[in-house]
């Protein structure tokens, strides 16, 4: 009895049909709080003494890196729920969650490239949490290519999730190694601007902006999830019913008009 | 059961061995890739031999690394073809050992003549002398512990026709530490530091690689023989 939630969330038309409903909640809320973070973050905190107006930047690079990382555990989470308890709506938001996380490891690259250019005059620098940042990228393309290659869509969940973990127990070796190679090949020429500890004018405005893009992202891969259900239950009567009744509702008010 | 075990991994490492050995020709291309690159880079970059030198010991892995994975690509493809992966899908072993076997006679067959051609490409390249034994070591920790982590790429991919270039996406970042740690062990050998910790971390690599990549490619053979 108590394991009946678990069981309704495998379902993929209660998970639509309640979606609905909670996306009514978090759209609202995730503008607001994003909207509320940008404005705090780019207009009323103070500037930076050193790099004085870019460093606004932070309040976009920081949150997509946050969001990047978190993403792929979510991913590969989703990926052995499938795995495990055999839940084909887990399997459709690890398909979900994969675009999404490429997206932002790669608004996360591109900030950092701009915020690069005027701190340390250069678009590219081979730091260590620079090239995590790339192979995250790579590992995040590798799960996609693989689902798309698949014509089958079960086997293309499988292998996506196969691969997704065996990302994961190689996401923390990769990091450590590569934060080990950047103490061994150190380049002398750039030094690192950020403080340590910021001040709590400017650090507010992040937190608000890191919440903001955790709720953006359950937004988006809310939605993501949405439309792969529907592309995935095309055939299934639940599916049809409700294009019927859209097609209804259209022609209904087109009636109406005319 | 124990017997069991190991009947499974040896009669797969001597079938391969003895499949390899009847295609001495095929075997021998990753070998020959790699030799043919390493005169691309003089021609490339420079052929004085004190800016060779800087580069050589990153260059050597890089190549054994690239022909690494260009033969990782048929280590289940010739057996997906002729239905001998689903025979050994369905044999009552455990899928792991006999995986284990065939990725061993990879290893054997590409990872090993590597290893011993390197300090011919490192005479060509003008690798310093105290390079040569950590470069051996190296590249023989790493090249097991790429033709591993290869095959889980090779069996995701075993069912699809144009695998080969996915299977280089799927697996190249998993890469990354395994050459990270073996130029590293071959630079400092050259700048006279110690350099048998870097080769440890790449010693619990290879461990951590044996332990588990015979079991994700067994998972993976198991969805792509399903489809």
């Known amino acids: 009895m108590s394991w009946q939630w678990f069981h309704r969330l495998g379902s993929p038309r209660w ?31 103070p500037e930076d003494a050193k790099q004085g107006n870019s460093f606004r930047i932070i309040y976009l690079h920081v949150p997509a890196s946050f969001l990047a990382l978190a993403g792929y555990y979510i991913m590969a989470i989703a990926g052995a729920v499938g ?29 950092g490239a701009i915020w690069g250019k005027p701190t340390w005059g250069t678009y590219w620098v081979w ?62 020429t750039i030094k690192f601007t950020s403080a340590p500890s910021m001040h709590p004018d400017m650090f507010q405005p992040l937190l608000v902006m890191i919440v903001g893009f955790y709720l953006f992202y359950a937004v988006a891969l809310i939605l993501h999830t949405r439309s792969e259900i529907l592309r995935r239950e ?25 | 059961m124990a017997s069991s075990v190991n009947s499974g991994f040896l009669a797969w490492l001597r079938r391969d ?18 030799v043919m690159v390493s005169t691309l880079i ?28 260009l033969s990782v690509d048929g280590l289940f493809a010739s057996d997906y073809q002729d239905g001998s992966l ?73 069912s699809l026709r144009k695998g080969g270039l996915l299977l280089s996406l799927l697996v190249m970042p998993l890469y990354m530490p395994v050459i990270i740690f073996g130029t590293a062990t071959v630079t400092y050998a050259i700048d006279g530091l110690n350099w048998l910790p870097p080769l440890a971390i790449l010693g619990a690599l290879f461990a951590a690689s044996v332990a588990l990549c015979p079991l994700a490619a067994a998972g993976g053979l198991r969805i792509t023989s399903a489809n």
């Open chain 1, 127 to 188: 730091d260590a949490r620079i090239t995590s940042m790339l192979i995250l990228l790579f590992l995040y393309l590798g799960v996609m290519a693989l689902q798309y290659a698949y014509h089958s869509i079960d086997a293309a969940s499988k292998a996506g999730a196969i691969l997704g973990l065996v990302g994961t127990v190689n996401i923390p070796i990769i990091y450590k190694s590569v934060d080990w190679w950047f103490t061994l090949h150190q380049p002398a």
């Open chain 1, 83 to 111: 795995l495990i308890w055999k839940m084909k709506l887990s399997y459709m938001v690890m398909k979900s969650a994969a675009p999404i996380g490429a997206a932002l490891t790669f608004i996360a690259l591109f900030s």
């Open chain 1, 234 to 258: 095309r055939k299934t009567s639940w599916v049809r019913e409700l294009l019927n009744e859209k097609n209804q509702d259209v022609a209904d008010k087109k009636v109406g008009k005319s």
């Open chain 2, 86 to 158: 689903e025979q050994l899908l369905i044999t009552p072993q455990l899928l792991p050992m006999p995986l284990l076997g065939k990725i061993t006679a990879h290893w054997l067959t590409t990872g090993l003549p590597l290893t011993l051609v390197s300090p011919l490409l490192g005479l060509m390249l003008s690798l310093p002398a105290s390079g040569y034994l950590p470069m051996i070591c190296s590249l023989a920790l790493g090249t097991a512990c790429l033709s591993l982590t290869g095959a889980v790429g090779a069996a995701l991919t075993v």
């Open chain 2, 42 to 69: 003089p021609l490339g970059l420079t052929p004085e031999s004190a800016r060779l030198a800087e580069v050589a010991a990153g260059m050597i892995w890089v190549m054994a690394l690239l022909a690494t994975l």
């Open chain 1, 15 to 45: 998970f639509y049909h309640n979606s609905a409903r909670w996306l009514a909640w978090l759209c609202p809320i995730a503008a607001a709080v994003v909207l509320g973070g940008l404005v705090w973050g780019l207009a009323i905190a």
């Open chain 2, 17 to 34: 061995l003895l499949l390899a050995y009847r295609r001495r020709g095929e075997a021998a291309s990753p070998l020959v890739f790699f």
